[in-house]
């Protein structure tokens, strides 16, 4: 069974602090995705990495996968009170087709 | 815009009852998903589907059965409810055939309190 670790699990920041999450496995993706979910409502996708060493940007948000593709981190650059919610990073062993493996979520509350 | 719909939001049921979680979806994807959703323990698989008629075992899947007769539609089915299945449960489908890491799309989840 592929294990995905991801820390903090929670985390309370002030508005316009920086942050990263990370997301580690000693397995092997094909690829990794980032989710971030409100609460009553399900996961929504936020990016997919897919090479190792990739780096993408999504406005305040950088996530970068690792060089051997088992880890990858989320960095949230001048944090806003509207990215509070639950993040969680997944990774597909077989282009998702068999279900992604979840990790168990960080919890980022961002303080006005 | 892709939809994944789940049939109830909320879920009030009694031990020992059956219980029918529909989710639909209408972006003609192959496969699809029931994950379950704990605090502490995160999202876990509990069956997902390739194609109609076709069912595969994800990490937990005991105490659960599911039901794929028409594409669209993919039932999670606790034959008889036990407290212990109270539970977020979340609903997925992907398109089928990518190379890798396809977009799973997510319902609005079902919360399922069994007393």
């Known amino acids: 069974t592929q294990l995905l670790e991801q820390s903090p699990q929670f985390l309370s920041i002030q508005e316009g602090e920086n942050l990263t999450v990370y997301c580690n496995s000693s397995?092997?993706?094909?690829?990794l995705q980032w989710y971030r979910q409100e609460p009553g409502e399900g996961p929504v996708l936020l990016v997919t990495v897919v090479t190792g060493g990739e780096v993408k940007k999504l406005k305040r948000l950088t996530f970068q996968f690792g060089d051997a593709r088992k880890d990858s981190s989320l960095h949230i650059t001048a944090a806003q009170p509207g990215d509070t919610g639950l993040y969680l990073c997944?990774?597909?062993?077989?282009?998702?087709?068999?279900?992604?493996?979840f990790g168990k979520g960080t919890h980022l509350i961002i303080q006005p | 815009d892709v939809k994944v719909t789940q049939s109830s939001r909320y879920l009030v049921k009694r031990t020992g009852e059956k219980v029918f979680l529909e989710c639909v979806q209408d972006?003609?994807?192959?496969?699809m998903f029931w994950y379950r959703q704990d605090p502490g323990l995160g999202l876990r698989l509990i069956y997902f589907s390739y194609d109609v008629k076709m069912k595969e075992k994800g990490d937990i899947p005991e105490g659960y059965s599911v039901s794929r007769e028409k594409k669209e539609r993919f039932s999670l089915i606790l034959e008889s409810a036990s407290t212990n299945q109270t539970s977020m449960y979340l609903c997925?489908?992907?398109?089928?055939?990518?190379?890798?890491?396809?977009?799973?799309?997510f319902g609005p989840g079902t919360r399922l309190l069994v007393l």
């Open positions: 972006m003609d994807h192959e496969n």
């Open positions: 997944a990774g597909a062993a077989r282009g998702g087709a068999d279900g992604l493996t």
């Open positions: 397995s092997v993706f094909s690829s």
């Open positions: 997925a489908s992907v398109v089928a055939g990518g190379p890798f890491g396809e977009t799973q799309y």
